[in-house]
């Protein structure tokens, strides 16, 4: 692998895949909006890296293994100045900061005062950021696709409320695209823009959804190794784009017999990804569960496991919920949430700071 | 769900959606190419199917529980003629059809000489058609991303190669899209358009790629049950397009110890596919398994599974292919291959057809 | 289903069988230490439960549709008089009360004074019962199996130093059986008598170790489903036994790519197991993970998720244990798990509590 | 790894055993019926094996890293005499021989004649070996167990019935043991011991069913990856009984949605095990599948992947059967997949003949 600086020009870029190539090696240049990276392909073993790193216009250059450098907390550190964990800022609020980041909303807009009533109620609640989907991935064609799915008109309908009820309540908002002809639209009224993990291997979205600048929060796809995740959040990340949010969302269950929860939430990723990345993790229970009676546990489980937040479908009458009206908590109910992670999560990060000092 | 007659108006559509309402249900409407479909949203039990079915301009009301409907063994029987199995025709070659459909090509189309030898080979060794990926799916975006990475101009003429060594050697052929993009240009010179297992649950994509109106490539992703590969099919049925070949490709292997194949291929997905749906199954014996010791055994066993046909990666020499060396065979051994298994197709349809008489 | 009074004579349940046998269905007599239970076969549909309800020496007869009915919440409230969680006491200590229970100790027991010193430390860092293993199950027959393969009289050694070690730190103990050939032994020397995740299925064993009457820990197999745990578990209850301590110890981890864990710590099937059933559910982060360094997280969030307990190995010096070095912690971190760990469940036992009132 | 001569005395064991010792590790001593194996505990890399080659009774000392050495292949070329596949003779059948060897019957014997009359019809449809399941593992224990559950005195009955039936229509029989308390009855009657899947990993069980010296039919878990399929069956190699016949029944099926088949048949599993044992693999579609529709496709699909045989489960009337009925097939259909499987088996085979020969 070889950065640029960021101030090479094209030429050096060019005479340094020129030597690549002396070596029987073909040369993969991705240009981001911040720096070069070259990726040799081939067997690097071959190369001379020491030559390399000589070349005008080379930051570094050095043998890779791992398919995820430049969102590894070894590389964050020496190059980027990363910490511990990156805190990524979203109007007053701050993802991967000392304080946990609460997210919640409906699954879906369905409409204008559904919204708003969330909205006000999860704010008082304890809420931070307010989610809403309107393009919604679903699995059957027979099924409502969200008001996304009412041509341009309707979905930016559904934006502009979502962005109103954000500017009303003083919440920063996110929602989610789910192609990238919709990416545009979406950038113009969300602050962090959603890839859902149905999406997660798309790397032709995630890097057009990297372009447009704003923070993503990104979920793993439930078949996607911890591995893959992290590949999939490197496409971003070699886009310039390291406001990246990561969302474990539940894994695929044991496959026989009866299912008693939707998914698998594989907590265990949560500290098994954040010894590999400086990039937060939030946790979603409410997809994982599929089920509103194992939030408050399941919640309180993440932040023990040491999400940086949570994301949590919550309405005032689940039972009305146009979609996944089972895994939505009521207001009164996210409450009593909010109110115990945060605790759990001051003894949590009590012992990690403990940890970083003696460590 | 409402199917209407294909020359239902704009009005009788719309009036339909108000008598929907009434039942305090929301509609969903596809408007494909050849047919509107009209989804119910929210409890069905509610509505009246019967009174549904005397508006004007509906051909059928009916609850419907699977999420594949269209596609449909029964279906298919009942509104559009299908038969046991769909025979979708490319140039001479037909997938479904008596003969077992051979696709054959090298994994990725790296330079002009290496397809057109490859290609030459494998018509020889009795292919039927040309496979070449062009736009490459990758975990890591510091590997080789194709061809397709190099701009429009450079794509461009690797689908001009891949079209022009298709008329060399008398073969349709077959290319994958990985984004919206690229849909336009892969389809001004391919006969089949590949969507590929990452991109199964991009339902946009889907959308879009089965409006370009030719036959699509369709593989199952690695973590989908088989509901849900199906749903994800009806996608594109819903947009009037039925030429949809299903791919098995193989699914996550068992999560604990060495991974003896890359994944596991899941044969018994075949038949169990095919009770339900009269599209055609073809099995990818290469990517399944990622062992080129192994594809002989794998291939003659998918088609004795039921497979409709083949997808196998060739390569004059393996140990020089940029991506996947490790899976692909000779033509010669694909030749053995392709023998074997034709005499198994042969000995596993006559059962099949025997047990359609009986039956 | 039917359940035969304490008291009921052999004839009567050779009468009931007799009228079972009169609806063409047979008849499956469980005979326990305390209860009789004839469990019908064939299509229940066809019997008449109320006939059988009025039969002499049947204290009920009703139509059962899952496999686990003796430790279902439901039924242990109407016929045990069992409330939300049963207390399981093991001398001085409960599980399933109103404290935390803490099993600590090495992974093998390697030898008496590695154990004593292990068991005072466990104890000082708060543990207040001791584990270690004699017999191990082991997946390769070429490494160590435990000093119970050194024959009787070897494995009666070790028992006795566990038995020892228990009496003088004041803790009782808990040791694997791997056999049936093995209970009587361990029943001799332990107090609570543990079958492993790889004996889940192995029915003989569990009515056997059943038998025996100590309390029984009891781990789910990695490949085994919620239901399939809680039918297994029934077998021991079938024989009167229901001091199952129920255990998840992580579940296959996702199929591809790198483990960053063992198993996957399948953390939401607390929860769902604490709706189902009345039995305590502790929570195994040791040979979940495979991980020192994810240990304390872990234990957090399993407490969090509702975990009436804890097993966990620890070791004075990690990297000298001859069997799960790497997954193993401190004492002085087990103080410090403990120490976060109690303040949780204090913290969810009062939102549970809570709702309890409320409910 | 120290293999010890076979008439190494008991001296030279243990003195092999101080030699072990004084490298700082620990020796686990294997005593099979033929030879005596000395595993080596802990880093092996600090031994010298050149000097343990030298000492009196070794007949070889190697550092090992697979956990199956006897039952691989290149082991078994070296020092067995094994060829490609190890021919297991029952009686006049072969198992790994050049012809398929199939065997069929019942899931569960249910009475005399219900046995003879199926043996009689498998027979005549081509059967070899006739099964029949007595000591029956079910996952709940309110189902119908097995004739074995009814005492000493039912169970030999029944497993008279099994023999006389193999007797009177020239069938070995083949039947499982669910536990340690069952091996010699079921040796005395039985020709070959089935051990289940469930019981894949009863290490204890293994090694006694194995010392009663008769083939072994052993199910792979569903759980279990190839290297521990491989390493538990090296359980029994290592008493000195390596008639281990595997048997491919199925994984766990993906975790998410309707299944459409009970477990997934890994049939990329049979030539991947071919290719690191000798010993022969046979496939079981019923239990895989659980569905009569699919055995013709999946029985002829397991032996195009290179099965040495199959267990089909037959009964004259599969809805009459008390146990997995929806998996049974007919006598008449059992003879049409039979003739198939021979076609195909003959076809595949000449391949690896011709293989053999090349390569």
Not at 186 to 205: E, P, T
Not at 212 to 221: E, Q, T, Y
Not at 321 to 337: C, F, R, Y
Request: one cysteine or more; glycine letters at 10%.
């Amino acid at each position: 692998m070889i950065i640029m600086k960021s101030e090479a020009t094209k030429e050096e870029v060019a005479s340094v895949v020129k030597e690549i190539k002396k070596f029987g090696l073909k040369a993969d240049v991705s240009r981001g909006e911040f720096r070069t990276v070259i990726g040799l392909i081939g067997d690097e073993r071959r190369a001379d890296f020491s030559h390399f790193a000589t070349l005008p216009g080379v930051k570094e250059a050095f043998m890779v293994e791992s398919p995820y450098k430049l969102i590894s907390k070894e590389y964050g550190k020496r190059f980027d100045g990363e910490g511990e964990r990156r805190q990524i800022r979203v109007g007053d609020v701050t993802i991967g900061g000392d304080e946990l980041a609460i997210i919640a909303g409906p699954c879906t807009v369905e409409g204008k005062s559904q919204l708003f009533r969330i909205a006000e109620e999860v704010k008082k609640a304890g809420a931070q950021i307010l989610r809403g989907g309107i393009f919604k991935p679903r699995s059957s064609v027979h099924s409502f696709q969200g008001l996304g799915a009412n041509g341009r008109e309707g979905a930016e309908e559904a934006l502009r409320w979502l962005y109103e009820a954000g500017q009303r309540f003083e919440m920063p908002v996110v929602t989610e695209v789910r192609g990238e002809a919709q990416i545009d639209l979406v950038a113009s009224y969300a602050d962090i823009i959603q890839v859902g993990a149905r999406n997660m291997y798309n790397q032709d979205l995630l890097a057009s959804v990297a372009r447009a600048g704003k923070p993503v929060f990104f979920k793993r796809h439930f078949g996607a190794g911890i591995d893959e995740f992290l590949s999939f959040a490197e496409y971003m990340a070699a886009e310039g784009n390291k406001d990246i949010i990561l969302c474990e969302r539940g894994i695929l269950p044991l496959g026989k017999g009866k299912n008693y929860t939707r998914y698998t939430l594989d907590l265990s990723a949560i500290p098994a990804i954040q010894k590999e990345t400086y990039l937060p993790v939030v946790a979603d229970p409410s997809h994982a569960t599929g089920r509103r009676d194992l939030i408050f546990n399941m919640s309180c489980a993440a932040v023990a496991a040491g999400a940086s937040g949570l994301m949590i479908e919550a309405h005032y009458d689940p039972s009305e919920a146009m979609v996944d009206g089972m895994q939505m908590i009521t207001p009164d109910e996210l409450k009593e949430v909010i109110s115990a992670c945060r605790k759990i999560h001051k003894l949590v990060a009590a012992k990690n700071e403990a940890k970083v000092v003696n460590g």
